[in-house]
C-alpha cells in the first residue's frame, strides 16, 4: 500500500497574490500617488480667536451661519459657535442662512479707528468650507 503525498503548489497563491498587486497598483491616481483621505481637522471656538498672536495663523471653525451679504468680490457670512460670531470672507457664493458649516480659512483683524479708538475686529479670511448637515 502506498500512501498518498500531497504537494503543495503555489500556483494558485501566486496568481492570487499578483492579481491583488495589480488591482492596488490599478487603485492609484495617474502620477502613482495615493489618494488623499481627508481627516477631520480640530476646531477652535470664536471666542479664542480674539488674541492678537493667532493673526495671520490658520484656524478651523464650525457654527451656525446668521448673516450674509453679498459684497463687490465677492461674500461676507457670520457664523454662531455659541461662545461668539465672527465674518468670514470668501469670494465663493456664502452657504445658506441657518447652514451648520466646517470653515478653515486665515484669522486677519482689521483695524478701523474712529476717534483715536481702535474699533476694528477680527475675520476670517476663508480657504474653504463644508457644510455639517443637510
Same mark, same amino acid.
Given at each position: 500500500?502506498?500512501?498518498?503525498?500531497?504537494?503543495?503548489?503555489?500556483?494558485?497563491?501566486?496568481?492570487?497574490?499578483?492579481?491583488?498587486?495589480?488591482?492596488?497598483?490599478?487603485?492609484?491616481?495617474?502620477?502613482?500617488?495615493? !489618494?488623499? /483621505?481627508?481627516?477631520? &481637522?480640530?476646531?477652535?471656538? *470664536?471666542? %479664542?480667536?480674539?488674541?492678537?498672536?493667532?493673526?495671520? =495663523?490658520?484656524?478651523?471653525?464650525?457654527?451656525?451661519?446668521?448673516?450674509?451679504?453679498?459684497?463687490?468680490?465677492?461674500?461676507?457670512?457670520?457664523?454662531?459657535?455659541?461662545?461668539?460670531? !465672527?465674518? /468670514?470672507?470668501?469670494? &465663493?457664493?456664502?452657504?445658506? *442662512?441657518? %447652514?451648520?458649516?466646517?470653515?478653515?480659512?486665515?484669522? =486677519?483683524?482689521?483695524?478701523?479707528?474712529?476717534?483715536?479708538?481702535?474699533?476694528?475686529?477680527?475675520?476670517?479670511?476663508?480657504?474653504?468650507?463644508?457644510?455639517?448637515?443637510?
Amino acid at each position: 500500500m502506498f500512501a498518498k503525498l500531497h504537494v503543495y503548489t503555489p500556483r494558485l497563491t501566486t496568481g492570487l497574490g499578483a492579481g491583488l498587486l495589480m488591482f492596488t497598483m490599478a487603485c492609484q491616481t495617474p502620477s502613482g500617488s495615493q !489618494i488623499p /483621505i481627508p481627516l477631520p &481637522q480640530p476646531t477652535a471656538t *470664536i471666542e %479664542s480667536l480674539r488674541e492678537p498672536e493667532r493673526v495671520k =495663523r490658520s484656524v478651523t471653525l464650525t457654527g451656525a451661519v446668521t448673516q450674509r451679504l453679498a459684497i463687490v468680490n465677492g461674500w461676507l457670512y457670520q457664523i454662531n459657535d455659541g461662545t461668539g460670531e !465672527i465674518w /468670514i470672507a470668501t469670494q &465663493q457664493t456664502a452657504p445658506a *442662512i441657518s %447652514s451648520q458649516v466646517r470653515v478653515k480659512g486665515i484669522l =486677519r483683524y482689521q483695524p478701523i479707528e474712529i476717534n483715536s479708538v481702535d474699533l476694528g475686529d477680527y475675520y476670517l479670511d476663508e480657504e474653504n468650507w463644508v457644510t455639517t448637515n443637510q
